[in-house]
């Protein structure tokens, strides 16, 4: 009685939830399980049917997610990296999706993207001079 009128009660959150998870998709995944618990059975046509919306809900919210992550991309890159940071631990079968080269066309295969990164990366870095040192 005592404790629970001056220790103070702290509530932890759920840090399951994916950061491209939109309100949207939420709502349709917890229809989803809804229904199932109603019918009890994966292959009823309403299962089925929640299943598939709610599937296509949260691709949607993770593409939109993700293109707003290549818009903002000079704006905000650390919540880019931290995306990509995230990506790679969680699952492994996870990956980055199609990227836009400076000629603004999609590239999709693996061998592609890895020169386009690698473009993008060593323009970073230089090659000093080791002849020379002031």
């Known amino acids: 009685m005592i404790a ?11 840090k399951d939830k994916v950061p491209w998870l939109s309100y949207k998709a939420a709502k349709f995944v917890r229809k989803k399980h809804r229904v199932f618990r109603k019918y009890k059975d994966k292959e009823h046509q309403a299962c089925k049917r ?19 992550l290549a818009e ?20 492994a079968g996870r990956s980055i999706g199609p990227l836009i080269t400076e000629q603004n066309e999609v590239v999709n295969s693996a061998d ?23």
Do not use: H, W
């Open 4 to 14: 629970g009128k001056f220790v103070p009660v702290s509530i932890v959150k759920c």
């Open 50 to 68: 929640a299943s598939r919306v709610a599937s296509s809900e949260v691709k949607k919210a993770k593409y939109n997610f993700e293109r707003k």
């Open 72 to 91: 903002n991309i000079k704006r905000d890159t650390k919540s880019f990296y931290a995306y990509v940071k995230g990506t790679g631990r969680a699952k």
């Open 112 to 134: 592609e993207m890895s020169q386009e990164f690698n473009k993008f990366f060593s323009s970073v870095f230089t090659k000093e001079r080791t002849g020379e040192l002031p």
